[in-house]
């Protein structure tokens, strides 16, 4: 069965102090070992994206656009990425990183 993972559980895993970091890294793990397909879809990674980047006194990690998108391959690399109309995460991903973007304005990029 494929499992849509949503923003909320990759913010938490990325976040070792956050109080629900461990329970985001067991569901996962136990997701892993009953062999489901974990899946993300280019909405969660803005989501993802732009709480991240976002500052930490606006509820956000405080990411770097650097910081972000290492932890967004990583996602990518663990996670199946069901993509939406082709090239349109490739061209946003772009636009992010080439021009530093952060925080709310990410979804509108």
């Known amino acids: 069965m494929s499992v849509l993972i949503d923003s909320n559980v990759l913010l938490r895993s ?4 956050h109080a629900q970091h461990h329970i985001a890294m067991r ?3 136990a997701m892993v070992a ?4 974990l899946v993300v879809v280019p909405q969660v990674l803005y989501e993802f ?3 991240s980047t976002r500052p930490l006194d606006r509820n ?3 990411f770097s656009s650097a910081a972000a998108d290492v932890e967004l391959q990583k996602i990518r690399s663990f996670f199946v990425l069901l993509d939406d109309v082709e090239g349109i995460f490739s061209r946003w991903h772009d636009l992010v990183v080439q021009h530093d973007v952060k925080g709310k304005v990410g979804h509108d990029a």
Do not use: K
């Open 34 to 37: 009953r062999s489901e397909s």
């Open 49 to 51: 994206w732009v709480a």
């Open 14 to 17: 990325a976040e070792p102090t």
């Open 27 to 29: 569901a996962v793990e």
């Open 60 to 62: 956000g990690l405080g």
